[in-house]
């Protein structure tokens, strides 16, 4: 009897697979690293279990890197397995290999990434010859037991994935070529005169870098300015309220130009740069009356969207201090360890539409859980019915690979600390989508006191939340009219009633410099790179993209800082004078485009055409044969004795 085998990329998945074929292929048997029935073999990867190498003729060890060995373009690669999870391939190929297995399925994750694991363990298995054996591809966006029977109703072929596939070994290959052909250039270059002085470079961390040093020279550059704002007390009827003077005639578009030709940034409506006029705007004011205007309107605050990796990585960094690397490790336990939580690395911030009755049996486990901090929130929901179709929760058209972080099934025991202050924030922020809006009242009020023939302007502000919807699951109530403590609530002022400008002072201030990067602000800065591109496909090509990918983000910073390219203290990343020289040493060499995001806009933008069968794989790589050879030959061909710009 022959079958099928089955290789997800995780056991977990593996696993699920395996629950929603029992009812309709029968009961499977469990084995060490696999199960099996009359009908399949289902086993797993466990992410990437082959990498590719350069032939051994072309491998140039560390000793020998001089630009004699340089450039390495080898005409084919080779595989290896990845040293930790040896164990896990042999059971995998052996069960390839199998003389009844006669067909394979693919079950590995929807994307780009999933596609190149399988292909590669495939090759492998292989060996010198092909396997020889059809494949078809599963093709998952949500992890349902009915989403996976449909999938397995409806497998691709292989020629539908062939696009994917050459783009999948395109960008492993390329990023291969750049990195390891950059970084032994660059460590050649700088190994001139002795030593040896390891200078890494790569697609992804080296714009990043860029980044932190780029926002690192504006704080140098930076020269603080003084300027003053002026504020008010106004005495009504029903008691104090304060106020800011500003100017009513200040337009953004029309800030004056700076040297460079750039606006002023640090213009404001409520700044004013000159003492003496402060002061006399001021002095003018002071105990005279003025008349009110005001708008009162209500307004809504709808609930941040679900957690993807990124924002969680975020978000956790900015409440709790986690490292981009600490939330990855207590996600990943959560979800393999503790089963708590959904596959967290994921760039998707919305759930498949199909997804909807787990939704409700998840908030029915909530309701019934003993987290009494937040069970009678999801009751609340149950008993309302909050969970229903929505667009902005529940659309296929905004779930890539994987879709949102969301709490399982499977309430969790035994939690860390820290565990359990992720999973807690996870799941206030499931609960959180699904409440009714916040509803404040805002009002916006204009003092105006009219001394000398002129007119002073003073704002008021006031926001103050009437139904706390969503919010209440972060300890917020709606605030009582009298009490000011949880809202900027500003004493009502009668129609027509004129009040008094009783205490009126300058404060004199300084412009702050922009602030260093945050793992937070440097996860957004990653995600957001391909905004600041100026080439408009290129941009298009990174809108969903940024620098990097949710699961390698924080690798990258880790790596930055294990190179030494940046240190952090307290919640701050700061780049080393290691990191200024190489952005020197790339910029005085010619090879800026290593430094910049729009090279990987550029391949991203040639991938996706690869995809869809527009570009062939050939075309590109022999591209990026080029692009190497050009980096290769500038660094060769450098016959000055020193670089330009602060290499020292």
Known sequence: MTKTLVIAEKPSVAQDIVRALTPTAGKFDKHDEHFENDQYVVTSAVGHLVEIQAPEEFDVKRGKWSFANLPVIPPRFDLKPVDKTKTRLNAVV????????????????????????????????????????????????????????????????????????????????????????????????????????????????????????????????????????????????????????????????????????????????????????????????????????????PTTQAS?????????????????????????????????????????????????????????????????????????????????????????????????????????????????????????????????????????QVTTRISTVEANGKKYPFRSDGKVLVKPGWLAIYGKEAVNEDDEKDGKNLVPVKPGEVVKAETVDTKGLKTRPPARYSEATLLGAMEGAGKTIDDDELREAMQEKGLGTPATRAATIEGLIAEKYMLREGRELIPTAKAFQLMTLLRGLGVEELSKAELTGDWEYKLAQMEKGQLSRDTFMKEIAAMTEHIVKKAKEYDRDTVPGDYA
């Not at 078809?136 to 994917?164: H, N, V, Y």
Request: net charge positive; aromatic share 10%; charged share 25%.
């Open 94 to 297: 052996k069960q390839a290999k199998r003389k009844d297995v006669t067909q394979l399925i693919n079950a590995c994750d929807a994307g780009r990434e999933g596609e190149l694991i399988f292909r590669l363990i495939e090759q492998y298995a292989g060996g010198k010859a092909p396997l020889g054996k059809p494949v078809k591809r599963l093709w998952l966006q949500s992890m349902t037991p009915q989403a996976i029977r449909d999938g397995f109703e409806s497998l691709r072929t292989e020629k539908q994935m062939q696009g994917l596939a050459d783009a999948a070994r395109s960008r492993s290959e390329a990023d291969w070529l750049v990195g390891i052909n950059g970084t032994r250039a660059m460590t050649a270059f700088n190994s001139r005169d002795g030593g040896f002085f390891l200078t890494t470079v790569g697609r992804v961390q080296t714009p990043t870098l860029s980044v932190v040093v780029e926002r690192e020279e504006q704080i140098r550059k930076f020269v603080s300015r003084d300027y003053w704002e002026i504020h008010a007390s106004f005495a009504a009827e029903a008691g104090q309220y304060p106020g800011k003077y500003f100017d009513t005639s200040w337009k953004k578009a029309n800030a004056p130009l700076l040297a460079n030709g750039e606006p002023d940034a640090e213009q404001r409506a409520d700044r004013v740069w000159n003492e003496r006029e402060a002061r006399e705007i001021a002095d003018a004011s002071r105990g005279q009356p003025a008349t009110v205007t005001e708008e009162s309107k």
């Open 304 to 440: 941040p969207m679900l957690f993807d990796l990124t924002s969680l990585q975020r978000e956790a960094n900015g409440r709790f201090g986690f490292s981009a690397k600490t939330t990855l490790a207590l996600a990943q336990s959560l979800y393999e360890r503790h089963k708590a939580l959904t596959y967290p690395r994921t760039d998707s911030r919305a759930l498949p539409e199909d997804y909807l009755p787990v939704v409700k049996d998840t908030m029915k486990m909530l309701a019934d859980s003993g987290m009494k901090h937040l069970a009678p929130f999801a009751k609340q929901a149950v008993d309302g019915s909050y969970v229903k179709p929505n667009k902005r929760i529940f659309d296929n058209a905004k779930v890539s690979d994987h879709f949102a972080i969301i709490p399982t099934l499977q309430a969790p025991s035994g939690l860390s600390d820290a565990e359990q202050k992720l999973y807690d924030f996870v799941v206030r922020r499931f609960l959180s989508v699904f409440f009714p809006s916040a509803e404040f």
